[in-house]
């Protein structure tokens, strides 16, 4: 028997959903808060309140579609209505495994974004009990039976592919870290009977978590950022400046010079 395939927005809802709903919003919380400046976007999934710990004065949550969802505003990912090095902080809670194009949406992303801004992505991990589980379950879905542990819609990306797709658009690897290692369960019961498996794969296989979250720092070469206190440093003096030794070298020719005048007088 087929099993009900179910969305991004709705698996949330289910044991795992709200597992990993809750790891992935601290995580958020963490990196952002202390992140300055003055325009911040969230890439799709409402859901997950990406930017709520941020404190800049303009914060935006941008979805594909108008599906009723709380965004504020309407964008193609691949093409934001936003001009070039103008936002500070972007946050993609599984934006690029859900989009279309993820080449071209973290093109995007490296376009709109301010020198030294900063991206934070989450995904889910293919290398992961939880992925192994998906791609078993697919298998047998062609075979005509089983149920899909997660969501049907994206494609998962991998981690380091991930992180190289971040360096060739010259954005620099801040952080990253996996979490989640509890096996692909479905109950809550057995959910929390499993909760040991996470300090334990934190340890022991930190790799084979089911998701995954990055913070990259956008770089460009040849810029040198001047520090807060730039205006009020004391200029450097530019006139020529007398130097002692100099002078005294040079009074002591004239004296000399002198001297000699006045013996042959």
């Known amino acids: 028997m087929t099993g009900q395939i179910i969305g991004l927005q709705d698996w949330f809802e289910t044991p795992a959903g709200r ?11 963490d990196a952002v ?13 409402p859901s997950i309140d990406a930017l709520r710990a941020n404190r800049m004065p303009h914060r935006w949550v941008a ?5 009723g969802a709380p965004a504020a505003l309407v964008a193609d990912f691949a093409a934001l209505p936003f001009s070039a090095n103008s936002l500070d902080l972007l946050a993609l809670p599984h934006a690029l495994e859900l989009s279309p194009d993820p080449h071209a949406t973290l093109r995007e992303v490296e376009r709109v974004l301010v020198p030294e801004g900063r991206v934070v992505v989450c995904g889910l991990n293919p290398v992961s009990l939880w992925g192994m589980r998906q791609r078993r379950a697919r298998l047998y879905r062609r075979l005509g039976f089983g149920e899909l542990y997660l969501p ?6 991998n981690y380091w592919r ?13 952080s990253g870290r996996f979490g989640l290692y509890r096996p692909a369960v479905r109950s809550e019961a057995w959910l929390e009977r499993c909760r040991w498996f996470d300090a334990v794969g934190e340890r022991w296989w930190p ?6 979250f990055i913070v990259a720092v956008k770089r460009v070469r040849g810029m040198r950022l001047l520090p807060a206190d730039w205006k009020r440093r004391p200029a450097i003096a530019t006139a020529p400046m007398p130097v002692a030794g100099r002078m005294h070298r ?4 004239a004296r000399s010079a002198h001297s000699e005048r006045k013996t042959r007088d």
């Open 63 to 67: 979805s594909p579609h108008a599906d």
């Open 152 to 157: 049907a819609e994206g494609e998962f990306i």
């Open 207 to 212: 790799i084979f978590g089911a998701v995954y």
């Open 162 to 174: 991930m992180r190289d797709w971040l360096r060739l658009l010259g954005f620099e690897v801040e």
């Open 250 to 253: 040079e009074g002591g020719r």
């Open 33 to 45: 808060a202390d992140v300055f400046g003055y325009h911040a976007l969230q890439l799709g999934l």
């Open 19 to 29: 597992y990993l709903h809750h790891w992935e919003q601290a995580q958020f919380d």
